[in-house]
Nanobody
């Protein structure tokens, strides 16, 4: 089983930036499409960005143009660069490997809290 560890969250003012990282315990990570999900209080977890094993990316409309997903297969790590953050981006962020219907393939990690507030 692959274990996922997300880091990089924190408190940031509106308009600020954060970079999240997610390290996987096994190198098989490199063969999967990877994604970042988020869950805001009282809301369902949603997939906001994905990247295929060959580097093709896709974003939810809510983050398009502000967030950038990338990956380093040699380090079994996926990143999420978040710019122009808004209060509505406040959530716990998780990484995983989305299946065709966006459901996660691996067990969830602990996530990392992102809070956007002045």
């Amino acid at each position: 089983q692959v274990q996922l560890v997300e880091t990089g969250g924190g408190l940031v003012q509106p308009g600020g930036s954060l970079r999240l990282s997610c390290a996987a315990s096994r190198s098989v990570f490199r063969f999967y499409t990877l994604g970042w999900y988020r869950q805001a209080p009282g809301k369902q977890r949603e997939l906001v960005a994905r990247i295929t094993s060959t580097g093709t990316t896709n974003y939810a409309d809510s983050v398009q143009g502000r967030f950038t997903i990338s990956r380093d297969n040699g380090k079994s790590t996926v990143y999420l660069q978040m710019n122009s953050l808004k209060p509505e981006d406040t959530a716990v962020y998780y990484c995983n490997a989305p299946s065709q219907n966006d459901s996660p393939i691996f067990s969830w990690g602990q996530g990392t809290q992102v809070t956007v507030s002045s």
